[in-house]
């Protein structure tokens, strides 16, 4: 089984629809991030969570907002879903005790997002 | 400020012959981590490699090696006798000691034809 899970895979929706999307793992780490792929630009980082207490803003969570239900569990909600965020979105994870800022970060399957 | 750059946007090769990605990178730490992922057809991110900042000694992996000169910032990846199946987009990555966040950069597309 994949130590890194996405739900769903894949999703349409339309705009001004509120979704969710879901991470989960079971690599036993304490750190976990969002990132949305666009072409042409790269990862960009949505949100980071060190650990269930702790959420921080990445460079574009404006549209998002995100939830650690658990160490193994970080979610991606979409207020009000537009256009522009249809994106290929991945979720990360990583080990603190590999160090603060060393640690590689294994990535989940992505979720493909389209909002009509 | 980190940034990251790929200047090669696509790279199409035959089968078999060498190919080189650039890596470019700026960062005003002295203490930071250089990574490369691998992004195949089916979408997902593959864990390639990861270079700590005092560790300048090339790496090699099969047919992959990475080249991190810290004099031109710059932490190449080579594959050598590349095949269809390294058919990919690649990316590079930097992560700085307390910015505690992984920078991407823009990706490069490979294609292997047969």
């Known amino acids: 089984d994949a130590d890194v899970t996405q739900t769903p895979r894949n999703r349409i929706t339309k705009t001004g629809k509120r979704i969710m999307l879901e991470c989960s793992q079971t690599?036993?780490?304490?750190?976990m991030y969002w990132y949305r792929q666009d072409p042409g630009l790269g990862l960009r980082l949505i949100y980071y969570?060190?650990?269930?207490?702790?959420?921080n803003k990445g460079e574009i969570s404006d549209g998002y907002s995100v939830s650690r239900q658990a160490q193994a569990k970080f979610s991606l909600s979409l207020e009000s879903a537009i256009p522009n965020q249809t994106a290929l979105y991945f979720c990360?994870?990583?080990?603190?005790?590999?160090?603060?800022?060393?640690?590689?970060?294994?990535f989940g399957p992505g979720t493909r997002l389209l909002v009509l | 400020a980190q940034k990251v750059t790929q200047a090669q946007t696509e790279i199409s090769v035959v089968e078999k012959e060498d190919v080189t990605l650039d890596c470019v990178y700026e960062?005003?730490?002295?203490?930071?981590?250089l990574f490369w992922y691998k992004q195949p057809p089916s979408g997902e991110l593959v864990f390639l490699i990861r270079?700590?900042?005092?560790?300048?000694q090339n790496e090699i992996s099969g047919r992959y090696s990475w080249n991190f000169q810290k004099s031109t910032s710059s932490f190449n990846f080579t594959i050598t006798a590349s095949q269809v199946v390294d058919s990919a987009v690649y990316f590079c990555?930097?992560?700085?000691?307390?910015?505690?966040?992984?920078?991407f950069g823009q990706g490069t597309r490979l294609t292997i034809n047969p």
């Open positions: 969570s060190f650990d269930v207490k702790d959420i």
């Open positions: 990555a930097l992560s700085e000691q307390g910015a505690q966040k992984l920078v």
């Open positions: 960062t005003r730490d002295t203490t930071y981590y």
């Open positions: 990360a994870t990583s080990d603190l005790s590999s160090g603060p800022w060393g640690e590689t970060q294994y």
């Open positions: 270079r700590n900042s005092f560790d300048e």
């Open positions: 690599k036993g780490h304490d750190r």
